[in-house]
């Protein structure tokens, strides 16, 4: 191989690594508040955060969970990136008949014990509402966002998430809305070091 040539790769190379560390350069450490109009953190709320240029749906290697056991959907409330596949594993002695017949995505998984061997997927962005045929008291959500960029929130109404710096579209949403509903959405200035606190009408 020539110098000029070993010199074009090391050239290359080297663009291709300074360009990454600069992208991991402008994520940090964004803590988000959700409070209502009392003041009070807002649990069980998912927080997505949509960053123009970011990919819309799921890599390939994604995966998620929603697991039953204790005769309940764990987590009550899963948030997925579109297109993610969704295992449903159950860990309780009972068989359990999960579906859903929201619009985002209806399928049902017959009596089951176990972890089905085929995995759901999550391919329109809205929330699907899980139950299961057997156990009426079971109830879960799936709530499919287009951002890689979703957490939901804790007892205390936070979530954290690593985000560059900007303004960016914010959805909110939580169970009490509804699945038809699509959440509340705010703008966010992230990148400024402090919690940024966003208030809804819960």
Known sequence: MSTAARTA??????????????????AAPQAILVTNEAGQPVAQAAV????????????????A????KGRAFQPTLLVVQTGTPVLFPNFDTVRHHVYSFSPTKKFEIKLYAGTPSAPV???KAGTAT??????????GYIHVVDTPY???????GQVNLDLPAGEH?????????????????QMLKA????????????
């Open 121 to 123: 997927v999550f391919d």
């Open 191 to 202: 990148g400024g070091g402090q919690a940024v606190m966003l208030r809804v009408k819960s």
């Open 65 to 68: 969970n929603m697991a039953q």
């Open 130 to 139: 899980m139950g299961c045929n057997i156990h009426d008291q079971m109830l």
């Open 9 to 26: 790769i090391l050239t290359t190379a080297l663009s291709a690594a300074l360009s990454a560390a600069s992208l991991g350069a402008q």
């Open 150 to 156: 979703f957490s939901v929130t804790g007892s205390d």
């Open 48 to 63: 997505s955060v949509y960053v123009k240029g970011t990919r819309a749906t799921a890599s390939a290697n994604a995966t």
């Open 169 to 185: 579209r914010v959805q909110i949403w939580w169970p009490a809305l509804g699945e038809t509903n699509p959440g509340v959405e």
